[in-house]
């Protein structure tokens, strides 16, 4: 971890890990209750998690806090998954139920969440939020060795053989966002480069890629560190400004994004703005900053968009617009569904092995070292300590395109990139 950035993220996982604590003790059920592993009379190995002939998940997502756009997207392209998975058979006939907790944001109800639903799920396909699923790490990986797919991609969470990270972790995201910002966008050596971040494991994550790429190609990093209820990015503007930035990195939320980009066009900061995967929803082309939006904004995201050339996507498409016709689609479906169906190839895995456990089912998912839905970028989960993919797609807001977002660049590794190896707590 750089030591720069380690108090706040201790502090931070810390505050969330004392909560952790409190409410665990208020759950007996953590504890083994008669429901150990057995057999059914299929020969098929069962424990925590099966109900009869049910495989019950576990959802922590955000559907009213600042990621609540995100959220109710990945949460309901997971139910769609859900339905197909068990109209197709389930895994060894066992069919998958979502239990879905909305934390909001919120540290306390994280925690909660997680306490009340590990005992009795096989996994979480869906956690959302990197502090939260840091602060329960040591359990997971000591207590409940549940496989937890996050929807966060900070590398602080790597190294567990039960939290596994879809795609490449902000720090790769940024360094392959700057290395686009270089070569395409006039970002030079010698330059100022900005950096908008989230305070806390997401955006100090994302900041070691850009202090890793500032010292590579010999840039100055101007750093805005923010709080997720700081909505206004007037002042980090002005200060960027003033420093003569030729480019800015945003690791932050989508409002703040389009506060940034809005403020930026209009008090005449000409520099390249690309945000994390997390930056951005196509609901801003609804807003006032829709304008600068087109113009001068471009996300990393670690898969292609939900509009993309392929027919998986093309299916996702029309099977999402029939389950939810009055949503809107963006990359939260692809994400959610992404991590849904490796949970799911996951679970026919382990049905094949015979071993529906939450152990069968965190070996099957080691197997998996090809996995591509449709989406551009082959997924490998059989390093703990890596991320699936050190990947990154560049996109950019257009109105006319599926989803509101446009592919500028094609799944690339940067050469910085490939040099870079992520701190594993």
Not at 189 to 199: I, N, S
Not at 335 to 362: H, I, M, N, P
Request: aromatic share 6%; glycine share 10%; charged share 20%.
């Amino acid at each position: 971890m750089n030591p720069r950035n380690g108090r706040t993220r201790m502090l931070t996982v810390t505050a969330v890990a004392t909560l952790l604590a409190l409410t665990a003790a208020c759950s007996s059920k953590a504890k083994d209750d008669g429901d150990g592993d057995k057999q059914s009379a299929g020969g098929i190995k069962t424990g925590k998690g099966i109900t009869g002939k049910t495989i019950n998940l576990g959802v922590l997502t955000d559907m009213t806090g600042v990621y609540a756009t995100l959220g109710k997207s990945v949460t309901q392209a997971q139910q769609l998954y859900v339905k197909q998975f068990n109209d197709a058979g389930g895994a060894c006939g066992y069919k998958a139920k979502l239990t879905v907790r909305d934390h909001g944001y919120d540290p306390q109800k994280a925690v909660a969440g997680y306490t009340e639903l590990a005992p009795d799920v096989l996994g979480f396909p869906q956690f959302l939020g990197s502090p939260f699923v840091a602060a329960v790490k040591k359990r997971i990986d000591g207590q409940d060795k549940a496989l937890v797919l996050p929807q966060a991609w900070s590398a602080h969470l790597l190294g567990s053989p039960y939290v596994r990270v879809i795609g490449s972790t902000y720090d790769i995201e940024t360094i392959n966002a700057i290395d686009f910002l270089m070569k395409e966008k006039g970002l030079k050596k010698g330059d100022k480069l900005g950096h908008v971040y989230f305070e806390g494991d997401y955006g100090e994550n994302a900041l070691q890629g850009s202090e890793y790429m500032a010292e590579k190609e010999g840039l100055t990093l101007v750093k805005q560190k923010i709080k997720p209820t700081d909505n206004d990015m007037t002042a980090q503007v002005t200060a960027l400004k003033k420093a003569g930035v030729k480019g800015v990195v945003i690791s932050a939320g989508p409002r703040q994004a389009a506060s940034l980009v809005g403020v930026a066009a209009a008090a005449k900061l000409n520099a390249p703005i690309i945000g994390n995967n997390s930056a951005y929803s196509p609901q801003l082309l609804g807003t006032q900053a829709a304008p600068a939006l087109l113009k001068n904004y471009w996300v990393a995201s670690p898969s292609l968009p939900i509009g993309a050339d392929t027919p998986e996507a093309k299916k996702l498409v029309a099977d999402y617009k029939k389950a939810y016709p009055k949503d809107s689609l963006d990359n939260g479906v692809v994400a959610g569904w992404t991590a849904a169906a490796v949970f799911g190839e996951a679970l026919k895995k382990a049905c094949e092995s015979k071993d529906l456990t939450r152990e069968g089912v965190d070996k099957a998912l080691l197997s998996l070292s090809d996995f591509d839905n449709g989406f551009g970028v082959a997924q490998d989960f059989s390093d703990p300590k890596a991320p699936s993919s050190h990947e990154s797609v560049i996109l950019q807001p257009d109105k006319s395109a599926v989803g509101g977002m446009k592919v500028v660049r094609q799944p690339t590794e940067s050469a910085e990139a490939k040099g870079f190896t992520p701190t594993v707590s």
